[in-house]
């Protein structure tokens, strides 16, 4: 009884952990404390971007770096166990972000992808950012 009322307790933990400091929740704070004004899964756009900016016509999607296979780092790697069942799925998730930023591209949007293991240093994501975005809204002092 007690064991699993401990699990279920760390269960709850990483469940509330995960939602605070989810990949894309970072970023919106990142970007809302640079100054950046933002729409959150435009639905009217290729992929429903995480979090779109129509006046410049930029488009940020957040990726998981298993779930999108995230080519330059380890968590990007294809598990060497049950290949046959992740293989298939990963593969359809890289090929759909794909066929997502082509569309997006035709339609004279930009994308840029932020992976979630950029976003431990934050400091680099702010750059990346600013070089993507450009300034911020008119009034703005940053
Ligand atoms: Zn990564």
Request: charge should be positive.
């Amino acid at each position: 009884m007690d064991r699993l009322s401990a699990e279920r307790r760390s269960a709850n933990m990483r469940q509330i952990r995960s939602k605070d400091t989810s990949p894309e929740v970072a970023l919106r704070r990142l970007l809302y404390g640079m100054g950046y004004r933002y729409r959150l899964h435009r639905k009217d756009l290729p992929g429903t971007p995480d979090i779109a900016f129509p006046s410049r016509r930029k488009v940020i999607f957040v990726h998981g770096c298993f779930w999108h296979q995230h080519a330059a780092c380890r968590e990007g790697k294809m598990p060497a166990s049950k290949q046959s069942y992740w293989g298939p799925k990963l593969q359809s998730n890289v090929e759909r972000d794909r066929k997502h930023q082509a569309e997006l591209t035709r339609l004279g949007w930009e994308t840029l992808v932020v992976w979630e293991c950029q976003l431990k240093d934050s400091g680099a994501v702010v750059d990346q950012v600013k070089r993507f975005l450009g300034k911020t809204e008119a009034g703005s002092k940053k």
